[in-house]
């Protein structure tokens, strides 16, 4: 047998009573002045807090509160959630978390198959139990405040309440993710909860002076020792207001600002923590546990000075069952040896020990076992057995981890047997979230995994099929499940699959699922500020996809909180300001984000020189606008390129007012150079242009080079120095050579071309507000036909140099960009970049764009 960590089982009867309770009180009694908690600015002394928890208590129990009766308690996070929960011990009963912002249809179903005695909640939650007929307590209502009032202030003694709590009676139900569809309530008794909290004082040794971070929702079982064990050893608890556990620089500021030496969280949370102020992390006691630590995680927060404990515990065993205090990052998947009075079994298929070093499912006896699940005998049974290895009436759980025995005795972390996962803490059975996706009428089959396809950033993604004659949307089946489940069981993503994969002998191929492809709306159409630009760089970087638009949200696209704290960290570090995760929570497109944080609004998008990026410690980019007149899509090179590069766009003059247009390449180049010399007043330059623009960067190039200046990069993108335009058709052959540029077949058309065949191209037509302006069909257009009419007259001068030719697949109806056409009007290298795109995907491909970029900044650094 394989039985780690035997302390020396105590040996009581389940009729002994409880001792939790006096515990707690005497700890009280001890240091009555000492601060217990404080929250939010308030701080309360441990007299303070027993004296209103004994109130409450004697409240309750005019509800008939007692032994093994619940009590719901909805409140949000607060000194009066704390000062509750000791209350409902107090009065011998047991509590049942509930938390407001899970569905209320899940909320209602806990409530029905408990059926406690009273509700406790606030005004602020709007909770109530009457429709259920469960009486309910406003803790925050007046009346509440005069009852209490009346209520002596010392502790309970036996004969006050409902009758004995005893070793065995309920402390709390807690319910947890359910294989079969339901979550289901563990039953922990007193004495498990009473054994965790003299176990980890076993093993930290808190006291007076001691400060310990509550940060977990109630309603997750590793709130049990945030919330009680300060209470327990005289220490005090530093609650944590509401959002603050998913928001890291709060966090680390109440960290630092209140002296917590000691706290307790998920891996994941520990990343967010190290990624964003990792000074905060040095010297802080860190508990890790509810889910796998990784050796990266490790050797980042050892290399930080912190003590490492990790901890190990299904929600059946109360919390922890095993600790160990992590010395080298290699052992981040050793979960260490039993707490006190806990039996660790290491068991093969026939419930016989292993040998050291082989796997096995581990199994837990001991005073931490729970006394089952709520209304489910079958369900405890199957996973509560008869210890074969203790007392004839003893139970182990069956925990469904695969571990292994190490050599010197302590227990290592290989894995599960089933389909149930932690994730960010919480268990999630797999089981229940396709249970629940099944519901949904236009899905057929579900199934559900969890994916990290980039290292540390683990994910929820649905997998689904059609029911027959249904076509299911991916955001319809989120928000679908999002009423009927928690946020932490709620899938980032879903993909529709026409058939699920299977394994040769018919079952589900989980290695074959895809992987999530997320689609964004990056195509930027109107003119985006700084900020924003910036914006859509970062959130590129941190997401891992190729560009970002303005109105992509940073969820929909698959971040998660470890990813937020990425984003959190570059953008302090790039547009120097604090991103609160709330705020991205709230505002989580790049547009929203951006005004929320610099206030930032956008200037006239029709100014000739349009800064895009100014930032930076490069020589600018200066780029030529296209026949459309505006240099806004440049703005999705520019995310390519990063922050590092300024880049600024030059406009049509025609969106302006001149007293004299300028209507020849000639003078527009002239007075680009002006503007530009006004940003960079000596060279080297670097200079570059799509189709339209590539001429007029040619034109700006060669004026510059009159002027004594030196071209260091010169960019032209698939276009030709020359157009031929018949002087019979006017308009008309310049409106077909619009359509040709674009892709369209003149010939297509059977009658007179009008502005409205031409203005369906224009991305300005449809994006953007005007302000009085003439109409953006007849101001694109005529834009067009000045700059064609310019290009048709214009005589290009001749380049010193190297002019690197960007050349694009043939166009069916217009002609290929060539080196043999450019050759006359270059005295230099002409270097040709073929690539496999369309004319339009030279500025709007991903793929492109990395390709155009890479070949840019070569050059730029030889």
């Not at 090179?637 to 766009?649: E, K, S, T, V, W």
């Amino acid at each position: 047998m394989a039985d780690l960590g035997v302390l020396g089982r105590q040996t009581v009867t389940e009729r002994e009573p409880a001792t939790l309770v006096k515990a707690l009180e005497e700890q009280a009694d001890s240091v009555p002045a000492e601060v217990a908690l404080e929250f939010d600015g308030e701080e309360l002394s441990y007299r303070q807090v027993h004296e209103r928890a004994n109130k409450l208590a004697r409240h309750l129990v005019t509800y008939g509160v007692g032994p093994d009766r619940l009590v719901a308690v909805m409140l949000p996070r607060s000194a009066d959630l704390l000062v509750t929960l000791l209350a409902v011990l107090k009065a011998g009963g047991a509590y049942l978390p509930l938390d407001a912002e899970h569905p209320a249809e899940r909320t209602a179903f806990m409530l029905a198959e408990a059926q406690p005695v009273v509700l406790v909640t606030a005004a602020k939650t709007a909770a109530s139990g009457a429709e259920l007929g469960i009486p309910t307590i406003v803790l925050d209502a007046p009346e509440t405040a005069e009852t209490l009032s009346v209520y002596p202030v010392g502790h309970l003694d036996d004969g006050e309440r409902n009758g004995t709590p005893l070793r065995e009676s309920l402390a709390y139900v807690i319910y947890t993710s359910g294989s079969t569809g339901t979550p289901k309530g563990v039953e922990i008794p007193l004495r498990a909860m009473h054994n965790l909290l003299l176990a980890m004082q076993d093993r930290l040794s808190l006291g007076p002076g001691d400060r310990m971070l509550s940060v977990t929702t109630a309603t997750f079982d590793m709130s049990v020792p945030e919330l009680f064990l300060p209470f327990f050893t005289g220490a005090r608890a530093v609650v944590a207001p509401m959002g603050t556990g998913q928001d890291p620089q709060q966090l680390a500021n109440l960290i630092e600002q209140r002296a917590v030496s000691t706290a307790q969280a998920t891996p994941t949370h520990w990343h967010m923590l190290a990624t964003v102020s990792p000074d905060v992390v040095r010297g802080l006691r860190v508990l890790v546990g509810g889910e796998a630590l990784s050796d990266k995680l490790a050797a980042t927060l050892l290399g930080l000075g912190a003590e490492v404990i990790q901890w190990y515990g299904p929600t059946e065993t109360t919390v922890w069952s095993t600790a160990h205090t992590v010395t080298r990052a290699e052992d981040a998947a050793v979960i260490g040896t039993a707490l006190r009075n806990t039996r660790l079994h290491v068991l093969d298929a026939n419930l016989a020990p292993v040998s050291v070093g082989v796997e096995g499912e581990l199994f837990i006896s001991g005073d931490g076992v729970a006394r089952g699940y709520l209304n489910r005998p079958e369900l405890t049974e199957e996973r509560f057995l008869p210890d074969a290895f203790g007392s004839p009436d003893a139970k182990m759980y069956r925990t469904g981890d695969i571990v292994r025995v190490r050599a010197d005795g302590t227990l290592e972390y290989v894995g599960r047997s089933d389909n149930q996962v932690k994730l960010h803490g919480f268990r999630v059975e797999l089981g229940e979230v396709e249970a629940t996706i099944e519901l949904s009428e236009n899905v057929a089959r579900a199934v559900a995994a969890v994916r990290e396809d980039r290292p540390g950033d683990r994910r929820l993604v649905a997998y689904v099929t059609a029911a027959p004659g249904r076509e299911p949307n991916a955001h319809g089946i989120l928000e679908f499940v999002a009423e009927k489940l928690p946020l932490y069981m709620v899938p980032t993503a879903v993909v529709v699959l026409p058939e699920l994969p299977l394994t040769p002998n018919g079952k589900l191929d989980r290695r074959a699922l895809p992987a999530p492809v997320l689609e964004n709306a990056a195509m930027i159409h109107n003119h985006l500020t700084e900020s924003e630009l910036l914006l859509t760089c970062l959130f590129a970087e941190v997401l891992g996809v190729p560009q970002v638009g303005p109105h992509d949200s940073f969820f929909d696209l698959g971040g998660s909180s470890v990813l937020a704290a990425r984003l959190i960290k570059l953008v302090r570090t790039a547009m120097d300001v604090d991103l609160p995760i709330r705020l991205l929570v709230e505002h989580p497109t790049v547009a929203a984000l951006s005004r929320q944080l610099t206030g930032e609004e956008p200037q006239d998008s029709f100014d000739v020189l349009l800064p895009l990026i100014v930032r930076g410690d490069r020589r600018p980019l200066f780029c030529m606008r296209h026949l459309a007149g505006t240099a806004w899509s440049y703005g999705v090179l520019a995310q390519h390129f990063g922050p590092d590069y300024p880049i600024y766009g030059l406009q049509s003059h025609t969106f302006q007012e001149l007293d004299t247009p300028l209507t020849s390449i000639s003078a527009i180049a002239a007075d680009y150079v002006r503007l530009i010399r006004g940003v960079q007043p000596e060279g080297p330059y670097r200079v570059l242009g799509w189709s339209f623009g590539g001429i007029l960067a040619h034109a700006v190039a060669v004026e510059l080079q009159e002027q004594g200046q030196e071209i260091e990069f010169l960019g032209v993108f698939n276009t030709n120095p020359l157009i031929s335009v018949k002087e019979d058709r006017g308009e008309q052959e310049l409106m077909a050579l619009i359509l040709m540029i674009h892709g369209v077949n003149p010939a297509d058309y059977d009658r007179p071309l009008t502005y409205d065949d031409i203005a369906e191209f224009a991305d300005m037509a449809t994006n953007y507000a005007w302000q009085g302006r003439r109409s953006a069909a007849e101001t694109f257009v005529d834009t067009m036909l000045t700059d064609l009419t310019a290009w048709k007259d214009h005589k290009p001068g001749t380049l010193r140099g190297a002019l690197h030719l960007f050349v694009a697949e043939p166009n069916p109806v217009a002609d290929s960009a060539s080196a043999r056409e450019w050759s006359p009007y270059v005295v230099g290298e002409i270097i040709e970049h073929e690539l496999a795109c369309t004319h339009d995907e030279l500025l709007s491909n991903p793929r492109v764009l990395k390709e155009i970029v890479a070949v840019v900044t070569d050059n730029l650094d030889d």
